[in-house]
């Protein structure tokens, strides 16, 4: 497993390298603002739409997509000036909240003004203020088990923490010594 910063120059925001395209992270924000591939996820996912935000038209869900992925990538940059991601991320679950080390957390545009937002970032949190990026997904449903594409991001997020524990990682410090190794 391969990972990049987040934020060139700091060492707060990483993201897992999926490919040669990029990395979790950017590929996350060139779906999210790809009206073709929103298209596609909706039309797949349409009765989810409409039973879980109410929303009937496609149009109004790609719309209000690009409109929560501007804001959430908003919220990311401005982390050099506010320093605190923390605000941005939080526990995945109950029992990810009690932990101290490499917790699972998630993110979305916690102040969408419209509708609970749907897009979601998917992070272990190494410490206070310091993630790692392992995807993300449009997340229409109650729970990440009730669909493949968001079942699939909770395998990411575990396969990494997995990844991390095996190689000795438990900090922002051994991270950073880890990629060094790399």
């Not at 073709?36 to 109004?60: A, M, V």
């Not at 991001?153 to 190689?167: A, G, M, P, V, Y």
């Amino acid at each position: 497993m391969k990972f990049i910063r987040g934020l060139e120059g700091y060492d707060h925001l990483w993201s897992v390298k999926e490919n040669e395209d990029g990395d979790a992270l950017s590929l996350l924000f060139k779906d999210w603002n790809d009206a073709n591939f929103l298209l596609d996820f909706f039309k797949e996912n349409i009765e989810d739409l409409k039973n879980y935000f109410h929303i009937e038209k496609i149009s109004q869900a790609i719309s209000d997509t690009f409109e929560d992925a501007d804001a959430l990538e908003e919220l990311i940059l401005e982390f050099p000036s506010t320093e605190n991601l923390d605000n941005l991320f939080r526990p995945l679950s109950q029992t990810d909240a009690i932990k101290t080390e490499l917790t699972r957390n998630k993110a979305r545009n916690w102040n969408n003004q419209r509708h609970p937002s749907w897009l979601r970032i998917y992070a272990i949190r190494l410490e206070p203020n310091v993630y790692i990026v392992t995807g993300g997904a449009i997340k229409l449903t109650a729970t990440m088990q009730e669909r493949k594409h968001t079942e699939e991001q909770l395998e990411k997020l575990n396969k990494c923490r997995d990844f991390l524990i095996e190689n000795g990682v438990f900090d922002k410090d051994s991270f950073v010594d880890f990629t060094k190794e790399d």
